[in-house]
């Protein structure tokens, strides 16, 4: 099994083989979702001063900002008094809204295939709620949505070129 001699022990290397990491590889990217390679954030985790009206609408009011990347990420299946509601009744009861919100933000991650943080999603929201709703609302908005009028107004505005097929009145006779 094995020889008295420490020496014949060990596997024999091979002095001509390369040795090292080869030139021509490359390390498998960080970060991937789905397969594919997770992209940046529009903007940072402590951009939310440099949009003052986000900031402010967050600071004062986080349901409506909830409310309204909810009803956008939702693509209109929540609206954003709906979302808004619940997100002020979980922190009125229970003060635990941050549980709620982080769901959204992997939302958000899983369809835009964005990076997640050093922290996990519920850590981040518990530690930095206002902070990460601001970033998810700055998202949407720096990916051309209108978060004031919300999905279906965003949808609306975006089919406004479109030219429909005209509708026969009375339906198809014979």
């Known amino acids: 099994m094995y020889s008295s001699n420490p020496a014949d022990n060990y596997q024999k290397v091979d002095p001509s083989a390369p040795q090292g990491i080869p030139t021509n590889y490359a390390p498998p990217p960080v970060h991937q979702v789905g397969?594919?390679?997770?992209?940046?954030?529009?903007?940072?985790l402590c951009d939310c001063f440099?949009?003052?009206e986000t900031c402010c609408l967050t600071f004062w009011?986080?349901?409506i900002t909830f409310g309204r990347i909810a009803e956008i990420v939702d693509r209109g299946a929540t609206s954003c008094g709906t979302s808004g509601a619940l997100y002020t009744l979980i922190a009125l009861v229970t003060g635990c809204q941050c549980f709620y919100s982080c769901f959204?933000?992997?939302k958000i991650?899983?369809?835009?295939n964005l990076h997640d943080g050093p922290c996990g999603d519920c850590l981040l929201h518990c530690c930095c709620?206002?902070?990460a709703l601001c970033q998810e609302y700055s998202e949407l908005k720096h990916r051309g949505f209108d978060m004031s009028i919300g999905w279906h107004g965003n949808v609306e505005r975006q089919n406004r070129g479109v030219a429909m097929a005209p509708v026969a009145q009375g339906g198809m006779k014979r």
């Open 109 to 112: 991650r899983q369809q835009y």
């Open 35 to 44: 397969g594919q390679v997770a992209g940046p954030w529009a903007t940072g």
């Open 129 to 131: 709620e206002a902070c």
């Open 50 to 52: 440099s949009d003052c």
């Open 61 to 63: 009011c986080p349901c």
């Open 104 to 106: 959204y933000r992997t």
